[in-house]
């Protein structure tokens, strides 16, 4: 009932930038908030950055004062802009997302993307 497509991930240097997206389609009513997880490779997955409909945000400490999130509501869309990346931010990062549907509005539903990888390496 709900997409999440995430694009944007590569390879970059140390001390580059790169923007993550997450697309939100399907019979959405609601999007109440959208988050971006990351798993490295052995690792639990963790929490970066989260953002609500009322715009507010929160960050990992790790990524405190490098990264932001930020949206476009019409196009039900979330970014993340990453700066300053370091070789500890390699991980396949996922979108996640949650929302209330046309046919059940009062209700509240949780999606993942798929995952985008990002590798910093030099």
């Known amino acids: 009932q709900v997409q999440l497509v995430e694009s944007g991930g590569g390879l970059v240097q140390p001390g580059g930038s790169l923007r993550l997206s997450c697309a939100a389609s399907?019979?959405?009513?609601?999007?109440?908030?959208m988050d971006w997880y990351r798993q490295a490779s052995g690792k639990q997955r963790e929490l970066v950055a989260g953002?609500?409909?009322?715009?507010?945000?929160k960050f990992a400490d790790s990524v405190k004062g490098r990264f932001t999130i930020f949206r476009d509501s019409a196009k039900n869309t979330v970014y993340l802009q990453m700066n300053s990346l370091k070789p500890e931010d390699t991980a396949v990062y996922y979108c996640?997302?949650?929302?209330?549907?046309?046919?059940?509005?009062?209700?509240?539903?949780?999606?993942w993307g798929q995952g985008t990888q990002v590798t910093v390496s030099s």
């Open positions: 953002i609500t409909s009322g715009g507010s945000t």
């Open positions: 399907g019979s959405i009513f609601r999007i109440n908030a």
């Open positions: 996640n997302a949650d929302v209330s549907l046309m046919a059940t509005p009062l209700r509240r539903y949780n999606y």
